[in-house]
């Protein structure tokens, strides 16, 4: 059985991300997969201390919440991530994760290595503003930070402004993505 595990980085539980989030959950869900969900906004994680514990370790050393989702990432055949664009970036919650999870790369002397590469990553962002460009560099960064865990873009899905027919679109994208997953 595979294994897709969802990172929900919005505050607001019924927002655009969190719904399209929630489509490729039932995509992966219809074809079988396990999926497993963690609310970045629920968790209380702390911020990287710079302690650099995870150069030598495939984790971090501030015992909290983040602890199962390296377990969970270490055992998924698929990753799934999410932020609403917020002043051009991604959330704090989104970031914060992002910056602890920096131990999916062991590093060595000018280059990275990753730790649990050839994962399946699916990246989902909705924004208010109808132009794609306010959250383009935020989305790039997201990416880049993937790439180098070794894992491997399927899609990213874009959602700009409040047009319900786009959604609906992208909706049906995400539940397709989530069961390309499986496959």
């Keep these: 059985m595979s294994k897709v595990v969802i990172f929900k980085g919005s505050p607001r539980k ?26 970045l906004n629920d968790t209380g994680i702390r911020g990287c201390q710079g302690c650099f514990y995870c150069r030598t370790h495939d984790g971090c050393a501030i015992n909290d919440y983040l602890q199962p989702m390296y377990k969970a990432i270490a055992e998924a055949d698929a990753i799934v991530f999410g932020s609403p664009i917020y002043v051009f970036q991604i959330t704090g919650q989104a970031k914060i994760w992002l ?4 131990p999916m790369v062991e590093e060595l002397p000018h280059t990275f290595i990753p730790r649990h590469p050839g994962k399946k990553l699916i990246t989902i962002f909705a924004q208010g503003s109808l132009d ?3 959250g383009a ?4 960064y997201v990416n880049n930070i993937f790439y180098a865990f070794g894992w491997k873009l399927k899609d ?10 786009m959604f609906e679109e992208l909706s049906l994208r995400a539940f397709k993505d989530g069961g390309n997953l499986v496959e």
Excluded at 99 to 102: K, L, Q, T
Excluded at 137 to 140: C, L, P, R
Excluded at 156 to 165: A, L, M, Q
């Design 99 to 102: 910056d602890r999870i920096f």
């Design 14 to 39: 019924n927002g655009y991300t969190t719904k399209l989030l929630d489509q490729v959950a039932k995509g992966a869900k219809s074809k079988g997969a396990e999926v497993i969900e963690f609310d």
């Design 132 to 134: 794609p460009n306010k």
């Design 137 to 140: 560099e935020a989305i790039k």
């Design 156 to 165: 990213c899905i874009h959602y700009c402004g409040n047009n319900d027919e």
